[in-house]
């Protein structure tokens, strides 16, 4: 049975910034089509950018952030429509989503807000930034980050790592030494070997 892995990149980045990892994991993952959709809308905070976002991130704060994921939600799902329409996939447990940074903070979003009961979600130096009430869901999680992220602390990750737990949800945190705000070797190894048990 063919599995999808919808990889969701950073703030002012594109979809062709993560589709590597599709390539280096292919051969682990054989029954697997990657795709990796640029977002929805233009990177806002540099005139001359040609990145994309899924949500702007001018005058984001803590207090306003979980608002901002909320908004984003239907641009979000129609673009993960759209990618699932395209390669012929249309059961939301045979995908995958593996965001970083921004990326990540909707694919934790897409899992904890029931709106998305996926296979698994790989989320790399991301934060769990979205609001109560969640839904249980059996979609299993793995959280990357690099303990020299100085975009976001790693603090998030094991933070986000012990909300999940403590929700119900099946999840897990790994701390890279010396990795800054990145996907190392080390670090794409732990989301492939994560997504072979999940898609097995």
């Known amino acids: 049975m063919k599995h999808l892995v919808i990889f969701l990149h950073g703030v002012g980045s594109c979809g062709a910034d993560m589709i590597g990892l599709g390539r280096h994991w292919a051969e682990a993952l054989p029954d697997t089509i990657f795709a990796a959709p640029d977002g929805p809308d233009p990177f806002d905070i540099y005139a001359q950018a040609s990145g994309r976002q899924w949500f702007s991130l ?3 704060t803590a207090d306003n952030r979980a608002q901002r994921i909320v908004e984003a939600r239907e641009a979000f799902d129609k673009t993960l429509r759209a990618v699932m329409a395209e390669r012929g996939i ?3 447990a045979r995908v995958a989503l593996v965001g970083f940074s921004q990326g990540s903070i909707m694919a934790l ?5 029931g709106r998305w009961p996926m296979a698994a979600v790989v989320a790399f130096s991301g934060r ?3 609001p109560l009430p969640w839904t249980l869901a059996a979609t299993p999680i793995r959280l990357v980050h690099g303990d020299q992220d100085e975009v976001i602390p790693f603090a998030e990750t094991l933070e986000a790592a012990e909300r999940l737990l403590a929700a119900g949800f099946s999840a897990d945190a ?3 030494k010396g990795l800054g705000h990145s996907i190392n070797a080390p670090g794409s ?6 997504l072979v048990g999940a898609l097995s």
């Open 189 to 194: 190894r732990l989301g492939r070997d994560f």
């Open 109 to 113: 979003d897409a899992a904890v807000s």
């Open 58 to 60: 001018k005058g984001v």
């Open 90 to 92: 249309d059961d939301p």
């Open 174 to 176: 790994h701390i890279l």
């Open 128 to 130: 769990l930034s979205s």
